[in-house]
């Protein structure tokens, strides 16, 4: 127990530390945890692990849970609608990488079987790095960012057949000596066991736990539900251990089966909390398995095969890139971003050395270059967005006629997607030109060609918002992603005090940060549309339009005040209550609140009843009085 | 034959008895055009381009409205100001309303007697309606004496009845030719569409 309380307290400290230090150099979160993990870790501080064994128990269990949930989020629909892109790029960018680097490790000396396991394993991306990076930048919607969530959702469903693969190759390969049961098997029926595994978790998910949590969530308690979804992540870890399978492969089938369930949401919302945590454990533990002894003794060949390694793999994706039409910047951010070996690598490894595929150097080596690719993927992605691109891409700043008078607009538009360039449009329609900021290179390439005045760039950059005339501008019209908007409210208030800020919130509790930050003006996007939506309904039931319109306006002045009403008692319960759970009891608050409300409050037009009511019991009065 | 267009204001027609009642005898031809103005502009945004087609392709403007605070709704106002334009209107060129005849229908809570010199309100409605008729005046329109329903406040369900009778029957005088500026020459405020009741 104490042990236990030392190591948590460990890991914690470490993260608590270390992140906060990274984000503030701008290396972001991922970098940070890793960071963590490599000042904890055996090699360095030594503070936990005896070499690494605890820290391998952790890191399995982040990667267990990370494949649920990220089983979870893959829905088959999605899946559907991005076929083409999914099988098209995913499956070229894994084919080609893996048969060059298998080439490469044939090259070199390996037998074809154990080649081609290498070059699969390294073909693998980070799905958990790269979307995070992608997130924060706010570039999940931009071009380069679908195209990578095509190529790592076809990575997370490869790595099933991959899996089953493995032990065919093995049979193939001289066999080692081993531990688990299915070792003793032929290859055969090693393959055979891994596809009765994947069918009976398939199987069994449908007809025993959907069915279990239906039982389950009857119960109405929420502690159990999370009880019984951890108890699902574990058990079908155990029991994939137990068969000698990958306790990974396991969780994240029954995560693919789950998503299809309609559990799927309050699953992902209850183990929400414990996904940032996981997370940033399993980037901890990989920063402190990378084993630095072993690049101690060969530091050339380490560091060498990473480089070449990652080198490689941006020239597939380069090409791939290139060919799926997308523009330099965006395919730099593409072939950056998934360049590093992923999660998934060690998942692979792990087996292949189980396989006896590969002796036990080549797979420490192995994941030492996949630990140290993961890395220095941050440090890559800085250095395309610092150096390279404003050197070869879209430029920051927009090109300058030589005789063009450089007008300082009063109003910067940051982020100029559907809402910002709604904006924008009407500003301009309106005669007032704007200075526009956004981070989409093929969307700045577009709109300089219109005539825009454009920087692109991160927007929370306070060196980008100079470049831009903060300093001269009056109004900020922040219409960035709802995630990044604190941030650049922060800047300005920071740099630019006097620019009077004006914030598109996506909804309630983005608009409570928003406030806490001292923001005045703020535009909740679900607001207004909903109100105008919510009119037209009371028209087509057939109530006045101008009644109804006048409704939607006083419901809105209502809503507003009621959101400032409870954003000021909103303190005394943010520490204990998820958001979830804080935007349920809200909501609920709100409805009841709603009960009272009367809309036709001071309209009564002047012959009403209540006029006519009054003017006769005056004249009554009148009468009995005379 | 003349054609009628009837522009209506009231921003809360579901809680006036009386005007629900006068447009529902609102005779049914294609010659008498009915704009209900709050339910087409809810916003107040009016779309100038189509109601000044409208008032080109009529002869007879009529304007019907509740009475508030000796004034038109605001609605009513806000066309007025947006689509009588200058160069359309009045002013070079401004000659699409010339000739027609702007006639006022309005409902008022105070009963006639109230709208006198000695009455309550010390004035007549055609002096409450004085900038109305220079507007129209402005715009080279035919001024028609006002109708109007009053003391709605009192007025009883079979009384109200024939005043929406009588409002119908003159809105197809206008239309079919009968009703005339010069048949209404002679009077002056013709509060006849309802009697005081006893």
């Not at chain 1, 598109?504 to 109100?531: K, P, W």
Request: aromatic letters at 8%; one cysteine or more.
């Amino acid at each position: 127990m104490a042990s236990f309380l030392a190591d948590a307290v460990v890991y914690l400290g470490a993260a608590v530390l270390c992140v906060p230090v990274a984000k503030r150099l701008g290396l972001g979160s991922v970098l940070g945890y890793l960071l963590a993990g490599v000042l904890i870790g055996p090699f360095l501080l030594g503070f936990i692990g005896e070499e690494g064994k605890d820290i391998m128990h952790f890191a399995e269990f982040g990667v267990v849970m990370m494949l649920f949930l990220v089983g979870l989020e893959l829905e088959p629909a999605l899946f559907w609608r991005m076929r083409r892109q999914v099988l098209g790029l995913g499956g070229a960018q894994v084919a080609i990488t893996a048969g060059l680097l298998g080439a490469v490790a044939m090259a070199i000396g390996l037998p074809w079987q154990a080649g081609l396991a290498v070059g699969l394993a390294l073909a693998m991306s980070s799905t958990a790095i790269a979307l995070q990076s992608l997130k924060e930048k706010g570039l999940s919607h931009t071009a380069a960012g679908r195209c990578s969530f095509a190529v790592l959702l076809f990575q997370d469903i490869a790595v099933i057949p991959i899996l089953a693969l493995l032990p065919l190759l093995a049979a193939a390969a001289p066999v080692a000596a081993g531990g688990s049961w299915i070792e003793g098997l032929p290859g055969w029926q090693r393959t055979v066991v891994v596809l009765l595994a994947v069918g009976a978790i398939v199987g069994l998910g449908r007809t025993v736990v959907v069915p279990l949590l239906r039982v389950v969530a009857r119960t109405r308690l929420r502690e159990l539900f999370v009880a019984s979804a951890l108890l699902l992540v574990v058990g079908i870890a155990l029991l994939m251990e137990t068969v000698g399978l990958s306790p990974a492969l396991g969780t994240f089938l029954a995560g693919v089966v789950l998503a299809n369930s309609e559990y799927k949401h309050e699953l992902e919302s209850d183990l929400d909390p414990f996904k940032g945590l996981l997370l940033g454990l399993f980037f901890m533990a990989v920063g402190a398995s990378i084993n630095f002894p072993l690049i101690a003794e060969r530091p050339a060949l380490i560091v060498g095969a990473t480089l070449l390694v990652m080198v490689a793999k941006a020239a597939v994706l380069l090409t791939i890139g290139r060919r799926a039409g997308l523009g330099t910047d965006q395919n730099l951010l593409f072939g950056a971003g998934l360049g590093q070996v992923g999660e998934f690598a060690f998942v692979l490894l792990a087996f292949i050395a189980q396989l006896g595929l590969l002796d036990g150097t080549w797979t420490d080596g192995l994941m030492a270059v996949t630990a140290l690719s993961m890395t220095l993927t941050p440090v890559v992605m800085l250095f395309n967005d610092r150096v390279l691109l404003p050197r070869v891409g879209t430029t920051e700043a927009p090109g300058r006629e030589a005789d063009a008078v450089e007008e300082r607009n009063r109003v910067i538009i940051a982020g100029f997607g559907h809402f910002g360039s709604t904006v924008g449009r009407l500003l301009r329609a309106s005669g007032v030109q704007a200075t526009l900021l956004d981070n989409d290179s093929d969307q700045v390439d577009l709109l300089r060609k219109l005539g825009f005045k454009v920087y692109y760039g991160d927007a929370t950059r306070h060196d980008l918002l100079e470049a831009a005339g903060a300093h001269e501008a009056e109004l900020l019209v922040c219409a960035i992603a709802p995630e990044a908007a604190p941030a650049l409210v922060d800047t300005v208030h920071r740099h630019f005090p006097h620019l009077k800020v004006l914030v598109r919130s996506r909804n309630r509790m983005d608009a409570y940060e928003l406030m806490d930050q001292g923001v005045l003006h703020i535009y909740r996007e679900s607001l207004d549309t909903a109100l105008r939506l919510g009119a037209d309904v009371l028209r087509e039931l057939g109530v006045r339009g101008h009644t109804a319109h006048r409704a939607a306006l006083r419901f809105r002045t209502y809503d507003e005040d009621a959101l400032k009403e409870l954003a000021a008692r909103r303190g005394d319960t943010q520490d204990y209550i998820t958001g979830v759970r804080a935007a349920i009891a809200e909501q609920e608050e709100l409805l009841r609140k709603d009960i009272g409300l009367d809309l036709d409050d001071h309209d009564h037009a002047w012959d009403s009843q209540e006029l006519r009511e009054g003017i006769a019991a005056a004249q009554r009065n009148t009468r009995t009085t005379g | 034959m003349p054609r009628v267009l009837v522009l209506f204001a009231h921003p809360r027609l579901e809680r006036s008895r009386t005007n629900r009642a006068l447009l529902k005898a609102l005779p049914v031809s294609d010659r008498i055009t009915l704009r209900d103005l709050y339910e087409l502009y809810p916003d107040m945004q009016v779309d100038v381009n189509a109601e000044q087609d409208l008032l080109t392709a009529h002869d007879v403007v009529v304007l019907h409205h509740p009475f508030y605070w000796y004034s038109v709704p605001p609605l009513l106002k806000q066309y007025i100001d947006l689509v009588y334009a200058f160069g359309w209107a009045y002013g070079p060129g401004g000659t699409a309303l010339r000739g027609k005849v702007q006639f006022h229908v309005v409902t008022t809570g105070g009963g006639p007697e109230a709208y006198t010199a000695d009455g309550f309100h010390g004035h007549t409605l055609s002096e409450f309606l004085l900038p109305l008729k220079r507007t129209a005046t402005l715009c080279g329109m035919r001024w028609a004496p006002p109708f109007a329903a009053q003391g709605t406040h009192r007025v009883g369900d079979a009384e109200l009845e024939r005043i929406a009778h009588r409002y119908g029957r003159m809105l197809h005088g206008w239309a079919d030719g009968t009703l005339t500026l010069d048949r209404m020459a002679g009077t002056t405020d013709q509060h006849h569409l309802l009697t005081t009741p006893t």
